[in-house]
């Protein structure tokens, strides 16, 4: 079976600066790795996804994210994040031919003034 | 780009009833839907895979009697919580996959309170 593991809860950050929101995963088989941001009574939308190709994926509102076989992470990064950026951050996997989603935890991204 | 829509938003109801909600997939046909809830501040949590013309595929703990889903055409997905209880309040959210590869379209959610 998938798993997906966040290791951080919370992440606190003052405002332009970078942030790093760190995600590995546990699968026996190839899969398709996501993040979603969930803001404030909202729901879900999608950040980014890595299919296949290149390991760094590049997504909306800057996000980035850098695909990793060998650690088995997928770690999604910012070089300068904004106070909107203030929402309820999901990494998913999902195994090839499925369409079902697993998700992690989340962690909650704080952007201090 | 395609848009999924859940009905009714939000729905209080009393301890003992039945709730429906509607997961709809506008402009694009979806075979399969899923179906997540979400406590407070915690993740999502796949409960079933509604299949469109048969029978749904319920995730481990889930009690099918309590949650029915039925699958009535290619663009709707029902969920009913049947006899509601205080603890069953929680953000439902269902989804639909796109034609595009791997893509999967989320509804806004049904935020659920029992009293």
């Given amino acids: ?113 | 780009g395609a848009v999924v829509s859940q009905h009714p938003s939000r729905v209080i109801c009393k301890s003992g009833t039945s709730v429906k909600i509607e997961c709809r997939s506008l402009d694009f046909q979806a075979t399969t839907m899923f179906w997540y809830r979400q406590f407070p501040k915690q993740s999502l949590m796949l409960m079933a895979t509604s299949n469109e013309g048969s029978k749904a595929t319920y995730e481990q703990g889930v009690e099918k009697d309590k949650f029915l889903i039925n699958h009535a055409s290619l663009t709707l997905s029902t969920l009913t919580v049947t006899s509601a209880h205080p603890e069953d309040s929680s953000f439902y959210i269902c989804s639909a996959p796109g034609t595009l590869r791997e893509t999967q379209y989320f509804g806004p959610g049904t935020r659920l309170l029992v009293l």
């Fill in chain 1, 1 to 113: 079976a998938q798993s997906v593991t966040q290791l951080d809860s919370q992440v606190p950050v003052f405002e332009e600066a970078p942030v790093e929101l760190r995600c590995n995963y546990s699968s026996s088989v190839s899969v398709y790795l996501f993040w979603y941001v969930q803001y404030p009574n909202q729901g879900l939308q999608l950040l980014l996804k890595y299919l296949s190709g290149s390991t760094l994926v590049k997504g909306i509102n800057g996000f980035e994210a850098e695909f990793n076989k060998s650690q088995t992470s997928f770690h999604l990064r910012k070089p300068s994040v904004h106070i909107s950026d203030t929402a309820e951050y999901f990494c998913a996997v999902s195994v090839w031919g499925d369409d079902k989603i697993i998700f992690g935890k989340g962690t909650r991204l704080h952007i201090l003034p």
